[in-house]
């Protein structure tokens, strides 16, 4: 152990200030005895560099998992929304359909029943016109809610999409937070 400090000119030191030789050595000692107690506990929480550096391969050998472990994740998490994406969006596709062929229907009825009052009872035109509302409104109703469900699947797309995105940026930001 190598001392920062000259023991020999302390010695002389405390001599020059009234201290017999003997005692200067006794102080002397004692400090030192107490520098190496000192340096000992210090000592003992350090960690040597060849801890260290097996510490630090020990984590980013960890963090080379981890990584691996959400490159995959993200990959198999990503084809999923990607193939539910796609569902959905051929399921919008068939529903849109089923409406269109509905919508066309009901016209179609409601523009046959209306012809066929019309030919029968001209005497009740009133009563008729009455009916023609109550269609119409029917047919808005029916053309509104569907509207309505439309727009609502539409929704859901666009949320499972900010979903996905969101959960992308998140693992992102989570690799970019664990690379710094």
Do not use: P
């Not at 030191?13 to 017999?20: P, Q």
């Not at 062929?101 to 012809?115: F, G, P, Y």
């Amino acid at each position: 152990r190598r001392l920062f400090f000259d023991t020999h000119a302390l010695v002389c030191l405390l001599e020059e200030n009234g201290f017999t030789t003997q005692q200067s050595e006794v102080i002397v000692s004692a400090l030192v005895k107490i520098m190496n107690n000192n340096l000992d506990m210090i000592y003992k929480d350090m960690v040597t560099k060849v801890q260290q550096e097996i510490a630090l391969q020990q984590v980013m050998s960890h963090i080379g998992g981890v990584k691996k472990d959400m490159i995959i994740l993200e990959k198999s998490e990503f084809s999923a929304l990607r193939s539910e994406n796609e569902k959905i969006k051929l399921e919008l596709q068939q529903i849109k359909k089923q409406v269109m062929d509905e919508i066309t229907k009901v016209r179609a009825d409601n523009k046959l029943n209306l012809n066929l009052e019309k030919s029968r009872v001209k005497e009740l035109h009133a009563q008729q016109d009455r009916a023609l509302t109550q269609t119409d409104r029917k047919i808005d109703t029916e053309v509104a809610d569907l509207k309505t469900m439309l727009e609502s699947h539409k929704l859901d797309n666009i949320k499972y999409l900010a979903g996905s995105v969101f959960t992308c940026l998140t693992v992102a930001l989570g690799f970019y937070r664990l690379w710094i």
